[in-house]
């Protein structure tokens, strides 16, 4: 109930690519669906995020799409580049207050 | 937003010694997390960081392994407790800002490895 279950692990795309990562929860209570992009040696950052009362938010090459009945959330980045090759996570929050429960990570690779 | 300074950014310890990490928050929070983040795995909550008061674990996590304080709104520190290889690991210090529904940020993390 509490797992966010996150695909691929990794992924391999072409620069000026799209992107696409897939994320999938089980708890309904969940009410914040964040994305948090991480580079070697550093902490993860909050590069986007959706509640679900939308079914897509975009910010620059970066979209989320969220499908509540589904309970599926996935994140698109357009004209992938290079600098964009991190690690992403997506991650989920019950009611305010509680801590995120995170995904386990898709290591995304954009070859140039 | 919130810059979270956490130090120090990595240690080599030896087996049986515990390891204070700190965490500074350039603004107050009402919320201060601690993660662990084993080499190329996901991140895992050890516990939420109250302030004035005792922390609450996650499942799997002990007050006496793991003790932390947080005596008020912008600082926090995590002790990692008669260590051993197997709490090498990256751990990471993160704050709510904007109240109880706001946005997490993290700190750089700390990479603590035991010998």
């Known amino acids: 109930q509490q797992q966010v279950k996150q695909s691929p692990q990794s992924l391999i795309v072409q620069k000026g690519g799209i992107s696409i990562i897939n994320c999938a929860y089980e708890n309904t209570a969940f009410d914040y669906f964040p994305w948090y992009q991480q580079f070697p040696g550093k902490g993860p950052a909050l590069l986007i995020a959706i509640r679900p009362d939308v079914s897509e938010k975009k910010e620059g090459r970066f979209t989320i799409s969220f499908n509540k009945s589904a309970k599926q959330f996935s994140l698109h980045i357009m004209d992938s580049q290079p600098g964009d090759s991190a690690t992403y996570f997506c991650a989920a929050r019950g009611q305010a207050g509680t801590a995120l429960i995170f995904g386990k990570g898709t290591t995304l690779s954009v070859s140039s | 937003s919130a810059v979270i300074s956490q130090k120090p950014s990595r240690d080599i310890c030896q087996r049986g010694t515990s390891l204070t990490i700190q965490c500074q928050v350039d603004s107050q929070v009402t919320m201060m997390f601690w993660y662990r983040q084993q080499p190329g795995q996901s991140l895992t909550l050890i516990a939420t960081?109250?302030?004035?008061?005792?922390?609450?674990?996650e499942s799997g996590f002990v007050i006496d392994k793991f003790p932390i304080s947080r005596p008020n709104l912008t600082f926090s520190t995590l002790t990692v407790s008669n260590m051993s290889p197997e709490d090498s690991s990256i751990y990471l210090c993160?704050?709510?800002?904007?109240?109880?529904?706001?946005?997490?940020?993290f700190g750089e993390g700390s990479r603590l490895t035991v010998l």
């Open positions: 960081a109250n302030q004035g008061s005792e922390a609450t674990y």
């Open positions: 993160s704050a709510r800002t904007g109240g109880r529904a706001g946005e997490l940020f």
